[in-house]
C-alpha cells in the first residue's frame, strides 16, 4: 500500500525559504505524476507542482512558477519553496493518484 509521508512545514518571514520533503513507500511507477498540493484556510485544494513518473516532466501552477521547485530522488520528493508570500500560506499535501499524505504546514508571516 502506498503511503506518503510530509515533512519541512514551519513559520517563515515573507521572502524565505522552506524545502518540504515527501517520503513514499509502496511507491509504483504506474501513477502518472507524484506532485504537491496545497490548501489555504477557507479555499479549495489546489495543485502546486508535479513531476511525471514516464518522463520526468514538470508542470507548475502559475502562482508559483519561478519561484518553487520540484524535484524526486527515488522515493523522495522535494519541494523547494523560494521568495515565499503571505498568500503561501497552506497545508501542504503529497500526492499519488488517488493517495494522499496527512500534509504540513507552511505558514508565511512577519
Known amino acids: 500500500q502506498l503511503q506518503l509521508v510530509e515533512s519541512g512545514g514551519d513559520l517563515v518571514q515573507p521572502g524565505g525559504s522552506l524545502r518540504l520533503s515527501c517520503a513514499a513507500s509502496?511507491?509504483?511507477?504506474?501513477?502518472?505524476?507524484i506532485g504537491w498540493f496545497r490548501q489555504a484556510p477557507g479555499k479549495e485544494r489546489e495543485g502546486v507542482a508535479c513531476?511525471?513518473?514516464?518522463?520526468?516532466a514538470i508542470h507548475y501552477a502559475d502562482s508559483v512558477k519561478g519561484r518553487f521547485t520540484i524535484s524526486r530522488d527515488n522515493a523522495m520528493v522535494y519541494l523547494q519553496m523560494n521568495s515565499l508570500k503571505p498568500e503561501d500560506t497552506a497545508v501542504y499535501y503529497c500526492?499519488?493518484?488517488?493517495?494522499w499524505g496527512k500534509g504540513t504546514l507552511v505558514t508565511v508571516s512577519s
Open positions: 500526492n499519488v493518484g488517488v493517495n
Open positions: 509502496g511507491f509504483t511507477l504506474a501513477y502518472h505524476c
Open positions: 513531476i511525471s513518473n514516464s518522463n520526468g
